[in-house]
């Protein structure tokens, strides 16, 4: 299965009649494999400071979180695993897997639960995958 598939068949399915706006499955080093074709243009230290905060849990969470030059409130995840931010009607999760970073991103009417899902599933399986 090719990356792309995982980000429109799996992160971009429809949960309880939603969808994420949009998701993508990057590198630790910020190289896109695959993205939703409304995915943010980001800035390469806005993954490398979400990457930090994998491993320095908590780092993010005085300034927020920035991805494509939006800024997230960082609210309770998984130390070293997953990050999740919250702004407006909408929110962001992350997964962090052994090689790769698994980003959802959505609006009202989806709620942060059915994002954690989504996102939080495909990165389980992918670990248990060894990626």
């Avoid at 800035?43 to 939006?70: C, N, Q, S, Y």
Wanted: hydrophobic share 40%; charged share 20%.
């Amino acid at each position: 299965m090719s990356w792309q598939s995982y980000v429109d068949d799996h992160l971009m399915c429809e949960i309880d009649g939603n969808h994420l706006t949009a998701a993508a499955i990057l590198g630790h080093d910020g190289v896109v494999w695959a993205q939703s074709a409304n995915f943010p243009q980001f800035k390469p230290e806005e993954i490398a400071g979400i990457m930090e905060d994998f491993e320095e849990p908590g780092k993010l969470a005085p300034t927020g979180l920035f991805l494509g030059g939006t800024k997230y409130m960082v609210i309770q995840g998984e130390p070293g695993a997953v990050i999740r931010g919250k702004k407006g009607a909408g929110g962001i999760t992350l997964k962090k897997t052994n090689q790769a970073l698994l980003v959802g991103i959505y609006e009202e009417p989806m709620t942060p639960g059915q994002c954690n899902i989504v996102v939080e599933r495909i990165g389980d399986y992918l670990v248990e995958q060894g990626l």
